[in-house]
């Protein structure tokens, strides 16, 4: 099965600056890359996705960018606010693949 | 519109006890997963259902069954309760008929928060 390695496992950042959170995954199938928000004790929640046919996404301050090559993918906050403080977890998978998740990363972005 | 609903929100076993754990979905999906979330182990998968009818094991299924009742339902039952079990439960529902599988966004229930003594 797909093998999802993410990194690192906590990052700390001042308010406005740039984060980003990678992830690797093992299996060249896995065609579907999702990002998840966590908000201490709430649900996981998406964020953004990119899929296989696709090398970058932006979504305002959020981008994703997806090397098939390398087997990597990567989430990128800019501008980042308190609010983005949570646990971010990247997942790899899809077509026949269940998507499996990383470990998390703990984003702690200080006012 | 309520999503996907778990209950209950919190559970205090005693080790041998049994419990299920119910989950609801309104979204129409067809796929719906149990996970388990550890402190530092991200989240791992139980079991899920990828359609009506079907069921299959995740990465750590020992200890647990699993029911598709019907289309909006996936319940997960622990037969005899070990405090290896501790840990909060997600319910999770992803893929509308006809879509692809696997490659859609999962939406969570809020977690069940589950403790054995």
């Known amino acids: 099965g797909e093998n999802v390695e993410q990194h690192p496992s906590t990052l700390s950042v001042q308010e406005g600056d740039s984060a980003v959170i990678k992830c690797t995954y093992s299996?060249?199938?896995?065609?579907?890359f999702p990002w998840y928000k966590q908000e201490l004790g709430k649900r996981p929640q998406l964020i953004i996705d990119?899929?296989?046919?696709?090398g970058e996404k932006k979504d305002q301050r959020i981008a994703v960018t997806l090397n098939k090559t390398a087997k990597h993918f990567s989430l990128h906050i800019t501008e980042t606010q308190p609010e983005d403080s949570a646990v971010y977890f990247c997942?790899?998978?899809?077509?026949?693949?269940?998507?499996?998740f990383g470990r998390g990363t703990s984003l702690i972005v200080h006012p | 519109n309520a999503g996907v609903t778990q209950t209950p929100k919190f559970q205090v076993l005693k080790t041998g006890q049994s419990m299920t754990l119910q989950c609801a979905q309104d979204?129409?999906?067809?796929?719906m997963y149990w996970y388990r979330q550890d402190p530092g182990m991200g989240l791992r998968l139980i079991y899920y259902?990828?359609?009506?009818?079907?069921?299959d094991k995740g990465e750590v299924p020992n200890g647990y069954n699993v029911s598709r009742l019907n289309k909006r339902e996936f319940s997960l039952r622990l037969e005899s309760a070990a405090p290896s079990q501790t840990s909060v439960y997600f319910c999770?529902?992803?893929?509308?008929?006809?879509?692809?599988?696997?490659?859609?966004?999962?939406?969570f229930g809020p977690g069940t928060r589950l403790t054995v003594l």
């Open positions: 999770a529902s992803s893929g509308l008929a006809g879509g692809r599988v696997f490659s859609d966004t999962q939406y």
């Open positions: 299996d060249s199938a896995s065609n579907y």
């Open positions: 990119i899929r296989s046919n696709v």
């Open positions: 997942a790899g998978g899809g077509g026949s693949y269940i998507p499996t």
């Open positions: 979204m129409n999906h067809n796929s």
């Open positions: 259902s990828a359609s009506e009818g079907t069921t």
